[in-house]
């Protein structure tokens, strides 16, 4: 669940990029167009 809330922009950011590691980990790579 990605919610900006009170964190920093920098926190939310290595958030999506977490979950967009996890996503290329298990073989759905997040394309250049969505991210």
Known sequence: ???RGTRT???YLN????VSDQLAAI???VSDKDK
């Not at 958030?15 to 977490?18: A, L, V």
């Open 27 to 29: 073989g759905h790579p």
């Open 15 to 18: 958030e999506i990029k977490s």
């Open 9 to 11: 922009v920098l926190e």
């Open 1 to 3: 669940d990605i919610k």
